[in-house]
């Protein structure tokens, strides 16, 4: 009985894995262009995955198998998904580690290209991804503040600082903690501006607050009906139902907590702690303070691995550029950075790849696994509510932030490799435009749109290497390209190095 109860076991097993295998398998493959996109093919799993630190779209599908067919379905969908594009990023890791100093002009233009066009895409995203997170006025403030103030400072704490500064605004504003302080200054002040009001202003004053009152109380009511009709009781599936409790899912958060802890506590206390673990903390925190996903993870890739001295910021760009063509999670950039770090440093790239993989990934699954334990108690508060409200809007914003980032360094050449404005040529800001623009067709955001924006950059060669038009009208050697042609020439490329 035992034997044959564990053969059903494996055989259940082996079937739920060949489905998920069956449903996932292509995703890794054929996912391209960021959670804008990942979550139009697969929205309270939104909202989650969202609200949570790591990659937005990984977790949502993690969440959906997890749900469908339990804890190892789950992973292996995360493999299946995930591996496809871990793998070509370490590729790249290990060619990008063995070029030379200098590269054609012609790859410059290409990878140039790729990045203005990712920063169309991304402000597209942004856009789209604002019509879901804006949902009135205080969540519009939220975002665009947050927006804002990430591109005018950049520290380790200050993105999780205003992913957090956002839902407590909207939390304090849903239960109207200070609206009645605000209008009791505000009075006060308009009061001492007057002078003591007459018997009129008395009256049109109680009016007013009458009035004030009255549109409280219409908008409380109107958003208790619409949480009673939130609370209302799900009928959900037996089969669909998650195995473990709240308790187990707190736990697993607490365990993560601790471990989160100690890591970055034996990192900033040892002075001459290994490379690889300095990388695996680096990038452990980084996946625990990521909000947004993809694009936001970025700007902080680029703190915490070129600012430490590990990757080159060229080598940083190149990658970035050829890892929008990838499919897959954008989080797969990371490795990358991995394996370039470890490989720079004397260490085995697939070393560096690995703890890389593990340090950016291992966070975001593991909160959203314990989430989704708690989540069935939490998701009737108001206050989570509001909060998780305020997080997407400040997420969103935090996009625009990576857009203006990314547009500060995307065009890369000879003679500032380390890249700078793409607004420096108008072609760039062209391409960056079509993007944008074209990006609205779906089919401009896979693998046939990333390489199109690729052959962009291919008349970039031309942009950078001829002559204007106005030069070769004008020359009296137009007809032969004898050696005064060639002089010309050079002395037209001398003058765009140094423009």
Not at 68 to 76: C, K, P, R, T, W
Not at 229 to 257: C, H, M
Not at 325 to 349: D, E, H, I, K, S
Not at 428 to 451: E, H, N, P, Y
């Amino acid at each position: 009985m035992v034997v044959g109860g564990w053969e059903n076991a494996v055989r259940r097993a082996a079937d739920r894995g060949l489905q998920t295998l069956k449903v996932n398998w292509h995703l890794g493959f054929t996912s391209f262009g960021g959670p804008p996109v990942h979550f139009k093919i697969y929205q309270e799993l939104f909202s989650v995955a969202q609200a949570l630190s790591g990659p937005g779209s990984t977790k949502m599908l993690y969440c959906i198998n997890l749900i469908h067919g339990g804890v190892l379905e789950a992973i292996f969908a995360f493999l299946i998904w995930s591996l496809p594009g871990c793998f070509g990023m370490f590729g790249l890791s290990i060619g990008v580690s063995n070029i030379g100093d200098t590269l054609p002009r012609a790859v410059y233009a290409l990878l140039s290209g790729l990045n203005a066009a990712t920063v169309g895409i991304i402000a597209l995203a942004a856009v789209e991804l604002s019509d879901k997170a804006i949902t009135d006025q205080p969540t519009r403030l939220v975002l665009s503040i947050t927006a804002a103030a990430g591109m005018l400072y950049n520290a380790l704490w200050y993105f999780p600082a205003l992913i957090v500064a956002g839902g407590c605004c909207i939390v304090i504003y849903d239960y109207r903690w200070l609206h009645r302080p605000v209008r009791a200054v505000k009075n006060t002040i308009l009061r001492a501006g007057r002078g003591r009001p007459t018997g009129n202003e008395n009256i049109q004053g109680a009016e007013n607050g009458t009035g004030n009152v009255n549109s409280s109380i219409v908008a409380l009511r109107e958003q208790e009906s619409t949480e009673q009709r939130d609370g209302e009781p799900r009928v959900v599936p037996q089969e669909y139902r998650l195995n473990f409790s709240w308790k187990s899912g707190t736990a697993i958060i607490a365990v993560f907590l601790v471990s989160f802890i100690v890591v970055i506590v034996l990192r900033a206390t040892l002075t001459d702690a290994p490379l690889l673990y300095k990388l695996f903390a680096n990038l452990y925190l980084a996946g625990t303070i990521i909000f947004g996903g993809g694009p936001v993870v970025i700007p902080l890739l680029r703190e915490y691995i070129v600012a430490e001295g590990w990757v080159t910021p060229r080598d940083f760009l190149i990658g970035l550029a050829i890892a929008q063509a990838f499919p897959g999670p954008n989080f797969n950039f990371a490795v990358f950075l991995g394996g370039l770090t470890a490989a720079n440093n004397g260490y085995p790239a697939i070393a560096g790849a690995l703890i890389a993989y593990l340090g950016i990934f291992v966070p975001g699954m593991v909160l959203v696994h314990g989430t989704m334990g708690v989540w069935g108690v939490l998701r009737s508060r108001r206050w989570v509510k509001s909060a998780v409200r305020g997080i997407n809007a400040g997420a969103v914003g935090l996009i625009y932030t990576a857009v203006y980032r990314i547009w500060q360094v995307g065009y890369i050449d000879q003679g500032f490799q380390s890249g700078k404005s793409l607004a420096d040529d108008p072609w760039w800001v062209v391409v960056t435009a079509t993007a944008f623009v074209g990006g609205t067709i779906l089919w401009c955001r896979t693998a046939v749109g990333d390489s199109t924006w690729c052959f962009v950059g291919v008349a970039e060669v031309w942009h950078c290497y001829s002559m204007s038009w106005d030069q070769l009208l004008g020359s009296k050697h137009l007809h032969r390209r004898g050696p005064t042609w060639n002089r010309q020439l050079d002395i037209y490329r001398q003058r765009k190095l140094r423009s």
